[in-house]
């Protein structure tokens, strides 16, 4: 268990706080080397804070290339952040509950953290291994951080591929053996072999056909309700974010722009950027799709090399492009009303657009 860190009760974070971001910020040196090329800096996370509750389901979304991504990674300290921090609160194998900086843990904490928090990738083929049986990573995860025997840690790799759905001997099978659904299935018992608190779901059916995109995210939610997860979920798709998130938060350009409840954010979104992403979501009621009016944004989103002064988003936005302020001031990330965060000069001006 990670030592040298205070041991604190539940609520060192907040009663309900399982995972605490802040200031998150990530920088990409490119150019320069021995290729040459001008040096610069790409900042692909610029400050970004969030909380995620224990048992729920926190949506990042945005288009490609904003950071979602690039923020997960940082959290689980598959590549390393610039800075910032990321403080995961658990239960501890001696009883009572833990306050764990993330960025801050060493090689061998960081280790034991594994064991708490996974990852769940996009690809369900690259993810895995082609010349491997599914069940031989399910099998080394289990052979690295337990003690399990072999007939042990066959009898456990069984039983996760059970609770995904799957037959169990599916573990002696390869994976070109079967179809992106049941390869995605795989990969979350593999996310689930050491029994972790948290799992961050990066984009994790969007690879997948729309009829098996609800299995999955019925599985999904079925896990959390039985097992206590707390997810964080990568997304681009704003009509999967509706079905599985409670909060979500918008983010553009390495920034997060506006965060609330999901149903609040569809229902009224404050930030221009996500009133334009949302216009774009299909309704399903034909006479209500004919009656909405698309907001089709002006431009391309700006090189992260040489990102906008003020707002980022001021020389697409419909409301702030002509302003002195969006064009010279960054807007802060406020609660104008509880529990809804924007990042706007202009937030009333939302109707009129």
């Known amino acids: 268990m990670v030592e040298d860190r205070a041991l604190e009760p539940r609520g060192a ?3 309900d706080v399982a995972l605490s971001v802040k200031d998150l910020v990530k920088t990409f040196h490119v150019g320069g080397g021995f290729l040459g090329g001008e040096k610069g800096e790409v900042s692909a996370v610029a400050g970004v804070s969030f909380d ?5 389901t926190m949506g990042l979304v945005g288009e490609s290339g904003c950071g979602k991504s690039t923020t997960a990674r940082c959290i689980l300290r598959l590549i390393e952040p610039t800075s910032g921090d990321v403080l995961l609160q658990q239960t501890l194998e001696e009883g009572g509950y833990g306050t764990i900086d993330i960025i801050a843990a060493d090689k061998k904490q960081l280790r034991d953290l594994r064991r708490r928090m996974q990852i769940v990738f996009q690809d369900p083929f690259a993810s895995l291994n082609p010349r491997m049986t599914v069940g031989a990573p399910i099998g080394e995860l289990l052979s690295v951080h337990t003690d399990l025997s072999r007939e042990e840690r066959a009898a456990r790799t069984g039983d996760l591929l059970r609770l995904v759905g799957m037959n169990p001997s599916a573990a002696d099978r390869y994976p070109h053996e079967f179809s992106g659904g049941q390869r995605q299935r795989i990969g979350v018992a593999r996310a689930l072999a050491l029994s ?15 009829s098996i995109q609800a299995q999955v995210l019925n599985l999904l939610e079925e896990l959390q309700h039985d097992l206590g997860l707390t997810y964080l979920f990568i997304a681009h798709d704003l009509a999967v974010v509706r079905h599985i998130c409670h909060e979500t938060a918008v983010m553009y350009l390495g920034k997060i722009v506006e965060m609330t409840t999901t149903d609040r954010l569809f229902s009224e979104p404050m930030h221009p950027y996500s009133h334009a992403l949302l216009s774009a979501v299909p309704v399903p009621d034909p006479k209500l799709e004919r009656q909405r009016s698309r907001i089709l944004l002006e431009g391309d989103v700006p090189s992260p090399l040489n990102p906008p002064s003020g707002c980022r988003f001021h020389t697409r936005c419909p409301v702030g492009k002509d302003k002195e302020i969006c064009r010279t001031e960054e807007p802060p990330l406020r609660e104008l009303i509880p529990g809804h965060h924007v990042a706007c000069h202009f937030p009333e001006a939302r109707q009129v657009i």
């Open 196 to 210: 972790p608190d948290f799992l961050v779901l990066d984009e994790p059916v969007s690879a997948l056909d729309v």
């Open 52 to 56: 995620i509750k224990f048992g729920e």
């Open 13 to 15: 974070l907040g009663s």
